[in-house]
């Protein structure tokens, strides 16, 4: 491996490391919440363990998904603009923090139990663990490599830097060249530049929206799969948590994992990204 290229495949692997481990403690919350003889067995189907992990279940994905589509956009041999290079290890740091609070949970309901979960949990459980130490050393490892690079990308810009939107139009038009539902991605893309009520303008009002769609929604999901709810109260108490949590994720994306970007005052989207400065020569 050339220097040029041990940057480019570091951050892969800790991209790809992370969303293993975020993968399979997936599949452990969905085992221990779905299915009803492993849930009632399952020493963390109590408070305050039940709510941690339930917590990590709702603002995991909202992390996954920005590294997952910026590692598919940029899948091909070729330098990795630096800025989609810091969102990726952002998304890495941010995803192993709320895995292991959750791990640390989890672990913590086993040892206040005489009797743990089926041994299909418990493997689950020890295979997130390790491969969240893995996908953390490559995290820090790739961060090393790349951190010249992050310093320099902070005089870019907020404007010029690929956002969620960017990346995603970028994946489309890589895998479904010409199709609708690429040029549909394109057309998002331009006209959240152009709209004046874009999220790109007024992110903070879009977190807000969106926080609350979410808290409302899974209230409803809550109530046909749990029964009616009790009282007005409960309802809206339990989505105004749910929102806390989506909009706090959410502002996190906004800040550091570049969920989204400033419009564009000429309404593109950006291009030329600076690359990894061993790529330059």
Known sequence: MTGAEEPIKTLRRAGLATLTAEGLFGALCLGTTTVHAVRITSPWSGDPYDAVVSC??????????????????HRRAGPIPVAAARAVVAGCAAGLACMSVALVACTAALTAVSEGPPAVAEVLLALSAGAGVVAGALTLRAEELWRLA???????????????????????????????????????????????????????????????????????????????WAGLQPALVFAATVAVMVGSALAVGVVWLGLLRPASPDGNAPTDQPKHPALMH
């Open 56 to 73: 990590v279940i709702v603002v995991l994905p909202l992390v996954a998904l920005p590294t997952a589509v910026r590692l598919l956009a």
């Open 150 to 228: 992050f310093e320099r990308l902070a005089r870019m810009p907020s404007a010029a830097r690929p956002d969620l939107t960017d990346e995603l139009a970028t994946l489309l038009a890589s895998l479904l060249p010409g199709s609708a539902l690429a040029r549909a991605a394109a057309w998002l893309d331009r006209g959240l530049d152009a709209w004046r009520a874009s999220p790109r303008r007024h992110p903070w009002a879009a977190v807000v929206v969106v926080a609350w769609g979410a808290g409302v929604a899974l209230a409803e999901w809550h109530a046909v799969r749990e029964g009616p």
